[in-house]
């Protein structure tokens, strides 16, 4: 979760950047942080298939 906190605090600080920053950067570090974001889905979903929560 704290990983989650960190992603979206550094997409905050590229926000407000991304006016300055060329579009191939902000493009670029968007597929960075998309990329990031999903593996880490994956492996939320799978690590939580095998368990039951009681």
Same mark, same amino acid.
């Given at each position: 979760? +704290?990983?989650? !906190?960190?992603? +979206? /605090? +550094?997409?905050? !600080?590229? /926000?407000?950047? !991304?006016?300055?920053?060329? /579009?191939?950067?902000?493009?670029?570090a968007g597929l960075v942080i998309a990329v990031w974001l999903g593996i880490f889905a994956l492996r939320e979903r799978h690590g939580r298939r095998g368990t039951s929560v009681h």
């Open positions: 979760m +704290l990983f989650l !906190v960190a992603a +979206l /605090l +550094l997409l905050g !600080v590229m /926000l407000g950047t !991304v006016a300055h920053a060329p /579009l191939s950067f902000s493009v670029a």
